[in-house]
């Protein structure tokens, strides 16, 4: 199985430094009730609908970074990504249809705080900062899913066998999700090294920890539902 290196480079080191606060957002109590099985159908569903409204804002952040990339393998590393969340929407859809919820349904519902926090700061980071500083706040999500998928994978803990969540598991450790992530970590190397990301690490960093600590509050609302 081919595997993103999540422990190596400048995402390496990010992930590093955001010490606890990845730890708390990789291995949160809702994550940990899903691999048993447990986690209360509400609090699923809940989760469903928000991901369904954030996947709308963070193909938007997507497309802004297009447009702030400087080369043609940039933006086709990066459109590549796009097109994957923009093919994956109807993909949740018929995911979430197994789950009692519709799209109009979805799209219908209001944002949680936590959607638009998350959302908004991944953009707004994306508007006053530069490809590098996006990539940063894109990147938590990105390969901390992928992180998360295999981490169930291969745990002990974790339950396959009539787990109603066995399915969404498998999803983020497939081959081909993780692939999309090594060419996302690779991405943000090669414009760390063209726009001085060692001068600006410490930035990187506040940017980084910041979206994890908004991808754990996106975990957690979706747990207060039940």
């Known amino acids: 199985m081919y595997t993103p290196l999540f422990e190596n480079g400048l995402y390496g ?4 430094q955001a010490g606890q606060l990845w730890q708390d957002y990789v291995d949160h109590p809702f994550l940990q009730q899903l691999a ?3 986690l209360p159908k509400p609090a699923f569903q809940r989760y469903l609908t928000q991901d369904y409204l954030f996947l709308i804002h963070f193909a938007r952040a997507y497309a802004l970074l297009v447009s702030k990339l400087r080369t043609l393998p ?9 097109n994957a ?4 929407l109807p993909l949740h ?6 789950w009692g919820l519709d799209e109009e349904q979805m799209a219908a519902q209001a944002e949680a705080p936590e959607t638009m926090n998350y959302t908004r700061y991944v953009l707004d980071i ?32 974790t339950v396959m066998a009539g787990n109603p969540y066995a399915s969404w598991i498998r999803n983020y450790g497939d081959e ?10 690779q991405l943000l190397e090669n414009v760390g090294q063209q726009r001085g990301a060692e001068s600006r690490f410490a930035e990187l960093s506040q940017i980084f920890t910041t979206a994890t600590q908004l991808e754990s509050a996106f975990w957690q609302m979706g747990l207060n539902a039940s």
């Open 13 to 16: 080191r990010l992930r590093q």
């Open 176 to 185: 081909g999700y993780l692939t999309g992530v090594q060419s996302a970590i």
């Open 85 to 88: 969340i923009v093919a994956e």
């Open 36 to 38: 048993a099985g447990t």
């Open 93 to 98: 859809v018929a995911y979430c249809t197994s």
């Open 74 to 82: 940039e933006m086709r590393t990066a459109t590549a990504s796009l």
């Open 126 to 157: 994306g508007y006053s900062g530069d490809a590098l500083d996006l990539l940063a706040a894109l990147l938590p999500c990105v390969a901390g899913y992928a992180e998360i998928g295999l981490g169930l994978l291969h745990s002990p803990d």
